[in-house]
């Protein structure tokens, strides 16, 4: 078991960055494939990026490639997600997620904790 509690979230015009933060709890983190999802109002939830357990694979949507970072911190049980070049199109509210197994994955349904968001709002 992990629970998650995302932070760093908030309101920033297009070209600004942010760091999002994906803290978890328990002793075993290091054994999470971590991964950031978002949503937006009206949208399905989509896959940004995601992260292996010992930080040695990361994967991206091509929406987000080049201008986000994925990393983590094992002994701070944090996951770091860095939005840099931020566009309006990337307003959403921002979910971290954990699986327990399996390669990295793009879809929703191969993680087993779910965070409550932070929200990402960037204007024009």
């Given at each position: 078991q992990v629970q998650l509690v995302?932070?760093?979230?908030?309101l920033v015009q297009a070209g600004g960055s942010l760091r999002l933060s994906c803290a978890?709890?328990?002793r075993t983190f290091s054994s999470y494939a971590i991964?950031?999802?978002?949503q937006a109002p009206g949208k399905e939830r989509e896959f940004v990026a995601a992260i292996s357990g010992s930080a040695g694979r990361s994967y991206y949507a091509d929406s987000v490639k080049g201008r986000f970072t994925i990393s983590r911190d094992n002994a701070k049980n944090t996951v770091y997600l860095q939005t840099n070049s931020l566009k309006?199109?990337?307003?959403a509210k921002y979910y971290c997620a954990?699986?327990?197994r399996g390669p990295l994955s793009s879809r929703g349904s191969r993680y087993d904790y779910w965070g409550?968001?932070?929200q990402v709002t960037v204007s024009s």
């Amino acid at each position: 078991q992990v629970q998650l509690v995302e932070s760093g979230g908030g309101l920033v015009q297009a070209g600004g960055s942010l760091r999002l933060s994906c803290a978890a709890s328990g002793r075993t983190f290091s054994s999470y494939a971590i991964g950031w999802f978002r949503q937006a109002p009206g949208k399905e939830r989509e896959f940004v990026a995601a992260i292996s357990g010992s930080a040695g694979r990361s994967y991206y949507a091509d929406s987000v490639k080049g201008r986000f970072t994925i990393s983590r911190d094992n002994a701070k049980n944090t996951v770091y997600l860095q939005t840099n070049s931020l566009k309006p199109e990337d307003t959403a509210k921002y979910y971290c997620a954990a699986a327990d197994r399996g390669p990295l994955s793009s879809r929703g349904s191969r993680y087993d904790y779910w965070g409550r968001g932070t929200q990402v709002t960037v204007s024009s």
